[in-house]
Nanobody, 128 residues
Framework: QLRLVESGGGFVQPGGSLRLSCAASGLTLEYYTIGWFRQAPGKEREGVSCINTSGGSTNYADPVKGRFTISRDNAKNTVYLQMNSLKPEDTAVYYC?????????????????????WGQGTQVTVSS
C-alpha cells in the first residue's frame, strides 16, 4: 500500500520550532519530487517548500524563506521540514506530497496537481 505519513506537528508558542517528518511506505521517495503544503481554515492549500530527487535543489515560498528548511534522507525514505521562528500565521494543517521529477524542474512545484501521492496531514498550531 502506497502511503505518506506526516508527523511532528503540535502546539508551539510564537518563535518556537518544530520539525515535521514525511515517511513513505510502498514507494521510494528518492525517485520523487517532494513538496510540503499547508492549509489554514477557510484558505486554499498553498505550497510551502519543495525538494528535488537528489536533495541538491530546494525552493521556499516567500512567507517561509529564511525560517523553514526542507531536507531529505533517502536512506531513511523520509523528508523533513524544519520550521523555526514560527508565527501565528503558520498555523495550518501541513501536508507532504510526492510527484515525479518533472514537477520540480517544470517550476510548477506549488501546483497540487503536480503531485500523485499525499499524506493525511499534521496540525501545526502557533499561539501564545
Amino acid at each position: 500500500q502506497l502511503r505518506l505519513v506526516e508527523s511532528g506537528g503540535g502546539f508551539v508558542q510564537p518563535g518556537g520550532s518544530l520539525r515535521l517528518s514525511c515517511a513513505a511506505s510502498g514507494l521510494t521517495l528518492e525517485y520523487y519530487t517532494i513538496g510540503w503544503f499547508r492549509q489554514a481554515p477557510g484558505k486554499e492549500r498553498e505550497g510551502v517548500s519543495c525538494i528535488n530527487t537528489s536533495g541538491g535543489s530546494t525552493n521556499y515560498a516567500d512567507p517561509v524563506k529564511g525560517r523553514f528548511t526542507i531536507s531529505r534522507d533517502n536512506a531513511k525514505n523520509t523528508v523533513y521540514l524544519q520550521m523555526n521562528s514560527l508565527k501565528p500565521e503558520d498555523t495550518a494543517v501541513y501536508y507532504c506530497a510526492a510527484g515525479p521529477p518533472r514537477t520540480y524542474y517544470s517550476g510548477r512545484y506549488y501546483y497540487p496537481t503536480g503531485y500523485n501521492y499525499w499524506g493525511q496531514g499534521t496540525q501545526v498550531t502557533v499561539s501564545s
